[in-house]
């Protein structure tokens, strides 16, 4: 046989063995960190020191374990931002991580969540998702074309 023909025999031991041999030194790369922060289970808990009661609805909330959004919100998520306070405060199942991004960042936390607030947020969601706010400005264009 010659080198070739071997190699191709031999090629899912030799990658196995290059796969156990490159992350010799892994812990230094931003995935790795990643992996392990969500291996730890150990997501801040934004629960610590406020009231177990929505301040809306005098609900008791649950405790939940939820995802950290980062990067630039689309905009859903912006208008959203500008109304969660006065109509959802308690409600969004993700709190938002800001923009910039790093390796070893959370990306779960622990905050309290309403059942009234998921319930006004879920209704809020369905008229003012990305793909409802899309259909609506087609629908306008059309109507300004028509005219």
């Known amino acids: 046989m010659n080198f070739i023909h071997k190699l191709k025999k031999y090629y899912h031991l030799l990658l196995f063995i ?24 150990n997501s801040p808990d934004y629960t610590v020191g406020r009231d177990s009661k929505c301040f809306l609805h005098s609900l008791e909330m649950n405790r939940t374990e939820v995802d950290i959004s980062y990067g630039k919100p689309n905009e859903s998520k912006e208008r959203e931002m500008k109304i969660v306070g006065t109509n959802f405060p308690n409600g969004r199942n993700y709190i938002s991580g800001g923009c910039v991004v790093w390796s070893g960042m959370d990306i779960k936390a622990i905050i309290y969540l309403c059942p009234s607030c998921v319930e006004v947020r879920n209704k809020w969601l369905e008229k003012n998702s990305m793909e409802q706010i899309w259909f609506d400005r087609v629908k306008r264009i059309l109507v300004d074309l028509n005219q």
């Open 18 to 41: 290059a796969i156990l041999l490159v992350p010799i030194d892994a812990g230094n790369t931003a995935e790795y960190q990643l992996v392990m922060k969500s291996l730890d289970n």
